[in-house]
């Protein structure tokens, strides 16, 4: 790293640095931005930041109108359904004028604007600075010296634990980039005329709408073009939302305006993700069902299930905007009279998971469990590992954590932790709970010799034969692995089960509670001291915050914990076994690779970076194939990729059928906002080659476990090639770097070099 290092011309930390990064906070730390009654005026007030600093250089905008006022209070009914009207004052209408600004704190005086205020009110401000960044600032009335949000249905941190302070990843929209939502609620939440409806929440339906494009419908969409004009329909595809459901002329070719075919990293039908409290939950869940609510994110009645028995269509396909569903739709009618009713009993995830009320109740009642992995003790005579471990549920946020027996087989007792076989009746699933053993070479845990897949650690299921309890205490006795490693993890892989009762349903549910992990020293099951334990460069908050309820899918059983997901995607995990065992070679395969590393820094940074690199990348797993990127990247597969669906591999042999699935990338956020995911410090902190591995481009072959043939590429090439994948920094990294190759003596001939 003689150019990229510390104080280097070619610096990490200055090539990632985020130029321009816009914050708004209130004018003190503890507040959010205030707008407050003096005299007859109202005073905003707000704090500006750019890159971490103060900021003093910006105006008011010229370029659009920069003060605005929402008066929530303010509602129209439509088809039996209350919505706010949006009640704006301009610039046209108002003087706003920037009074005084120091260290970053803007006041901003709303002349006379007192006479007519409310605790309904909602401020924005927006500004501009001569480098062409906005900002905006969105402040409510201050009531008692508490700031109150008018509909308050959504958290700004809900936008921003995925999109990061700006909502739009590249420029601005409209000149504005807010962060989270009460800025955009104070333009759109205007009732207004669209295509889905007279009557239409517009940020609900786009914000619905985008999100869960993916699980569109397919429609018509007719419009009037060109001069004169002249009716042209267009089907719009399945997997794709039309924002305004409009139409274009491109050369004279009428085309969706506006598309959006975008996946949610979690479920849409989750609400408490953005609707992030009891109270804005609840608020959203009684809303009465109405035209707009529906098609904000349904689109059109063709994926609705019949409702008439013997229909020759869903009488639902006739309605409009102007149809008053509180016909059926109401209490004491034949139909469910809010959201709650279509959205808030059971919907069933994968892996035994549950929402109910609106929730992830897998989520909900796994955070009231903790798993801990107390010891580990070596028996080197009969080659086993002895291993204490514990759990304790908090039933809720006062109550004291209390511990429970891990050897518990009455669901009604408490939560199930082994010994549990399937029950389709109770919705019981049979118990998954194992022990993973990794262990290290340098600072990774690469499994040489260890596992019969590349890179991969050994498990043993927990039984009631191998696991016995004292006072909440489990031991488990496991077979160890054959090992030259002086330092090793075990990981305790798994999901507890547990009863959810709410009212009159119950049901067995597998939760979400993290998986726990404990480094040991193979010599004794002693903990390593600080200096030799891996390093943790990750925040697992970071990660959920995004992916709720998601990343646990994943095989089942490894649940929301970086430190377990390393155990396996380490830098000598790689999918050529699975290439290997169809006849695949970089000759024939769908992205001309023998195999393709899914190390944990480079598969995050490639899958996330991927929308943006137009380069595919391909993974050959036993469960399917999955090819990442945008789009343009996708369709410049090779021209025996069959498309999405359950076809043949390409080329495969003996002929294997494989689900091949098309993941298009749209990350929310500048890539080079590092600590999306990092923990502050760790960055770009460029590895260290005398600790950490280098990483595994081709397996070379059976057995897996021999590592000593693996063509290698250095532990820093791999983090840089995994954003940077165009062909000319693959060129830079060969000419001075070095080109991956079987190195001698392997990772170990790598480490002994470094040194």
């Given amino acids: 790293m003689l150019c990229h290092a510390s104080g280097k011309i070619g610096e990490v930390a200055a090539a990632h640095a985020l130029s321009g990064k816009v914050e708004i906070s209130g004018p003190t730390a503890a507040t959010g931005p205030t707008a407050e009654i003096v005299g007859a005026d109202v005073v905003v007030k707000f704090t500006v930041k750019v890159d971490g600093l103060p900021a003093n250089d910006f105006t008011l905008s010229s370029g659009y ?11 129209t009914t439509i088809s039996g359904v209350s919505y706010p009207v949006k009640n704006k004052f301009e610039r046209t209408s108002i003087t706003t004028t920037l009074t005084s600004v120091s260290a970053g704190v803007y006041t901003v005086t709303v002349t006379g604007a007192a006479a007519t205020a409310s605790a309904a009110d909602t401020y924005l401000i927006r500004m501009t600075n001569p480098s062409g960044l906005s900002a905006t600032a969105a402040a409510g009335y201050v009531v008692g010296g508490e700031v109150v949000l008018a509909r308050d249905l959504v958290g700004n941190q809900a936008c921003m634990n995925c999109h990061g302070t700006n909502v739009f990843a590249s420029g601005s929209h409209h000149g504005a980039n807010p962060q989270g939502v009460s800025a955009c609620v104070v ?4 009732v207004t005329s669209q295509s889905r409806g007279a009557a239409g929440d517009r940020l609900t339906s786009y914000v619905h709408g985008i999100h869960n494009s993916h699980n569109m419908p397919a429609r018509n969409i007719t419009a009037n073009l060109g001069t004169p004009a002249a009716p042209y329909t267009v089907t719009k595809p399945e997997g794709v939302y039309a924002r305004n459901d409009s139409l274009k002329l491109v050369n004279g070719v009428a085309q969706v305006s506006s598309p959006f075919s975008i996946g949610f990293p979690s479920y849409m039908n989750n609400c408490s993700i953005c609707h992030d409290t009891d109270a804005r939950l609840a608020a959203v869940m009684e809303k009465p069902v109405s035209f707009s609510t529906c098609m904000s994110c349904h689109d059109s009645f063709e994926a609705f299930p019949k409702t008439k028995a013997g229909a020759a269509m869903d009488f639902h396909g006739t309605y409009n905007a102007t149809t008053d569903c509180t016909m059926c739709h109401k209490v004491g009618g034949i139909a469910f009279a809010n959201v709650s009713g279509a959205h808030g009993g059971q919907a069933y995830t994968e892996r035994n998971g549950l929402l109910y009320g609106g929730k992830d109740q897998s989520i909900v009642e796994g955070k009231k469990i903790a798993m801990t992995i107390g010891s580990v003790t070596v028996d080197a005579a009969n080659k086993k590992l002895i291993v204490k471990w514990s759990a304790t ?32 009746a109770t919705g019981q699933s049979a118990s998954n709970m194992a022990f993973l053993q990794a262990y290290a070479q340098g600072n990774d845990w690469v499994n040489a010799g260890v596992g019969t897949s590349p890179g991969q650690p050994v498990s043993e299921n927990l039984t009631t034969t191998n696991t016995t309890c004292s006072a909440n205490v489990a031991t488990s006795t496991i077979t160890a692995a054959t090992t030259t490693a002086t330092k090793g993890v075990v990981a305790l892989q798994g999901k507890p089960q547990i009863k959810y009762v709410n009212g009159s349903y119950n049901r067995v549910i597998q939760v979400r509670s993290p998986s726990p992990t404990r480094e040991f020293m193979v010599a004794d099951g002693a903990a390593p001291s600080s200096t030799l334990k891996r390093r943790q460069i990750v925040s697992n908050d970071k990660c959920l915050a995004c992916h709720p309820g998601s990343l646990y899918q994943h095989g089942g059983n490894r649940v929301d914990n970086v430190e377990l997901c390393v155990t396996c995607h380490n830098p000598a995990a790689n999918e050529a076994n699975n290439r290997v065992g169809m006849g695949i070679t970089a000759a024939n395969s769908y992205d001309g690779r023998n195999g393709q590393t899914y190390d944990l820094r480079y598969m995050i940074h490639a899958i996330h970076s991927a929308g ?6 391909v993974y050959y797993r036993s469960n399917g194939i999955y090819a990442f990127g945008s789009q343009a990247a996708i369709d410049g597969l090779p021209s025996f ?44 902190k460029i590895p260290d080659q005398t600790a950490q591995m280098g990483v595994t481009v081709d397996a070379g072959a059976a057995p897996w476990g021999n590592q000593a043939d693996d063509v290698l590429m250095g532990a820093a090439t791999a983090s840089c090639t995994s954003c940077h994948a ?30």
């Fill in 187 to 190: 333009c759109h939440t205007v």
């Fill in 65 to 75: 109108k920069h003060a605005y006022n929402a008066n929530f209070a303010d509602t």
């Fill in 641 to 684: 990729w069959p498309g999405a669906g359950s076809f043949t591999v390409a080329n495969s042999n003996p002929a294997t059928t494989r689900t091949h699935n098309e993941i298009v990338v749209h990350y929310p956020r500048a890539l080079n906002d590092c600590q999306a995911c990092h923990l502050p410090g760790t960055e770009t």
């Fill in 393 to 424: 549920v908090k039933p809720d946020a006062v109550s004291p954590a209390v511990a429970v027996d891990p050897c518990n087989s009455d669901l009604a007792a408490g939560p199930v932790f082994i010994g549990l076989t399937a029950n389709s």
């Fill in 612 to 617: 943006e690199t137009n380069r595919p990348l």
């Fill in 726 to 755: 165009s062909g000319a920094t693959n060129v830079h990294v060969t000419q001075f770097g070095w080109t991956p190759s079987a190195i001698e003596g392997g990772r170990q001939g790598l480490m002994d070099a470094a040194k």
